[in-house]
């Protein structure tokens, strides 16, 4: 497992404190919680067990919660950890390990290591080391945690339903991050990741948005804000319902293969975009993924149907299939916000509410207050104490 860690080189660590300085910066309701932790010490004598996208705004969370008196042991997730972000946080102490190098062989090698350390609290993303403490049978040592995802929840809900004996804060269910987060901050990462790897003009192209859930709306809203034609593939009939409402194209995949230019999965579902849709698609088709696993474009079937390869920039594969035609396929069908080159994730401020609902979370898990065993949404009373630091944050009325 060669690439499981970094060495955090003098020039390294530099980088990562610079740009954890500047998004430290403008986190002002995190700043506020780091005061509070730093009096309070609620997770003092705990060990918190990690898995997140380990990015410059995600660093700020775990200085947080290192000031709040936490251990922390944690790892980043496949392809989007970035180095100097890695190196910085060993520099101050914070046990986080993992590189951008990592196979997804050695980040299994991480989750494990995150497990072998007996963690007693779980920050997790996509259920993964949830799902480890279950198969490991630890689950009896574990107080409780939060879950970051809609994969995780549904996971929770799922394979591990019945499972898992310890409360898991889903913060997927807060409406504060389906509105904040989810809508506005992967609409518009999204699209400035479009722009930024393709380098593609918006206007005029056609897209189809794959999933009309919160992450679906947003990227399809501000697609169309910049000239995009978008069309929406949804399964629910509801949200189907909506997205006609709102003035797009609503169609089966299979109508809209040969329409679009570019797909973007937005479901945290395995296989919405199979290889049949792929071999109907139009010449130079651009296929992306925005959910958290790498599952929602059957990547295996359109291996299949492959007959050559051709890497553009690192971040670009051009694939060439055997009906004659050849589709772009965006890190590797990677959450390719976090995992394209020179990442930036989501804004700012609305990880400075993801992660506020984070830090509040885990300290309402450590207070106990009657929470259930199992998937769980953030408590109400947390919801509104962010919304109204938030609106005092912009300046807004509340």
């Known amino acids: 497992m060669g690439h499981s860690s970094v060495t955090p080189d003098a020039g390294l660590v530099e980088r990562g404190r610079g740009r954890v300085a500047w998004i430290r910066s403008r986190m002002a309701m995190l700043a506020t919680m780091r005061e509070e932790f730093r009096r309070t010490r609620p ?12 990015e410059p705004k995600t660093a700020v969370l775990l200085e947080v919660l290192a000031e709040g008196g936490a251990e922390i042991v944690g790892t980043g997730n496949h392809g989007s950890t970035q180095d100097d972000v890695v190196a910085f946080l060993q520099s101050q102490g914070i046990g986080v390990f993992g590189s951008r190098a990592d196979t997804l062989a050695d980040h299994h ?68 991050k389906a509105i904040g987060e989810n809508k506005h901050a992967v609409g518009q990462s999204v699209v400035e990741s479009f722009m930024r790897i393709t380098n593609l003009m918006i206007p005029g192209r056609r897209f189809c948005v794959i999933g009309y859930g919160w992450c679906g709306r947003g990227i399809a809203q501000y697609l169309r804000a910049l000239g995009g034609r978008v069309a929406i593939v949804e399964v629910d009939e509801i949200k189907a319902l909506e997205a006609a409402l709102d003035g797009y194209r609503v169609a089966p ?71 004659g035609r050849h589709v772009i396929l965006v890190a590797e069908g990677r959450m390719f916000n976090l995992a394209g080159s020179e990442p930036k994730g989501n804004s700012i401020e609305s990880m400075d509410i993801g992660f506020m609902l984070q830090a509040l979370s885990l300290e309402r898990v450590v207070k106990g207050n009657g929470l259930a065993a199992g998937a769980q949404p953030v408590p109400d009373d947390i919801n509104r104490r962010i919304a109204r630091l938030m609106m005092a944050t912009m300046g807004a009325a509340a």
């Open 43 to 54: 997770f003092a004598g705990r060990r918190i067990g990690m898995s997140l996208h380990i």
């Open 109 to 176: 090698a991480n989750l494990a290591r995150v497990l072998d350390a007996k963690p007693d609290m779980l920050l997790d993303n996509g259920a993964d080391l949830a799902a480890g403490i279950v198969e490991r049978g630890l689950a009896a040592s574990i107080l409780g945690g939060t879950e970051e995802t809609t994969s995780g929840g549904d996971r929770l809900r799922g394979a591990l339903a019945g499972k898992v004996p310890f409360p898991s804060i889903v913060i997927n269910d807060s409406p504060l």
């Open 253 to 323: 995949l299979g109508d809209l293969a040969p329409w679009a230019q570019v797909f973007i999965t937005a479901t945290g579902r395995a296989g919405v975009l199979p290889a049949e849709a792929i071999a109907a698609m139009a010449e130079g088709a651009v296929l992306a993924n925005s959910g958290h696993f790498p599952w929602e474009i059957d990547t295996e079937g359109l291996q299949a149907m492959t007959v050559g390869v051709s890497e553009l920039d690192g971040t670009l594969r051009r694939v060439d299939l055997a009906n």
